[in-house]
């Protein structure tokens, strides 16, 4: 067991935890932080995306003893009821949830993407968040919703 202090959120957590857990098992079981989806868990379909240190990781592939002092963000952290990013606004006006399951990896990245480059072009938006899976297959509002934000709100559906 190894206890380290890890930042989830803008929220400082002292955890106790045995090295084979994933970033993912803290973040669902210990902290209760459902948004990071158990997907495939091998790292292919981007369900359970986080931002770690300020870039999107795949949550099931990071081992959490090693986040000593790391600082996380989850889909909880985007915002809430009353105060939505605006991502997440975006979403709801392009009707980019479908099922949901993919919504808080597809989130995180929209949000990595748009820290990193604030104005992406369409066929960058759509590259990046290559790595996360929609089942429903309905990317192109995703994409609408990506861009709506990075246009300043501009975009209708």
């Known amino acids: 067991m190894k206890t380290i202090t890890l930042k989830v959120n803008g929220r400082e957590e002292k955890l106790t935890l045995a090295p084979h857990r994933t970033l993912l098992d803290v973040l669902r079981e210990d902290l209760g932080l459902t948004g990071a989806k158990r997907g495939c ?3 292919e379909c981007g369900a359970c995306t986080v931002i770690l ?3 999107p990781v795949n949550s099931c592939l990071v081992l959490a003893v090693e986040l ?3 600082e996380v963000l989850t889909v909880e952290g985007l915002g809430g009821p009353g105060a939505l990013d605006p991502l997440q606004q975006a979403f709801i006006d392009h009707f980019a ?3 949901g399951y993919c919504t808080p990896g597809m989130l995180l990245m ?3 993407l748009l820290a990193q480059n ?3 072009s369409e066929d960058e938006v759509k590259e990046y968040i290559s790595g996360n899976l929609c089942r429903c297959t309905g990317y192109e509002n995703i994409v609408k919703a990506i861009m709506a934000v990075a246009a300043g709100g ?3 559906g």
């Open 110 to 112: 929209g949000k990595a």
């Open 41 to 43: 868990e091998a790292g």
């Open 154 to 156: 501009e975009q209708d």
């Open 118 to 120: 604030p104005r992406p």
């Open 68 to 70: 000593n002092g790391a």
């Open 97 to 99: 949830l479908q099922c």
């Open 53 to 55: 240190n300020g870039k």
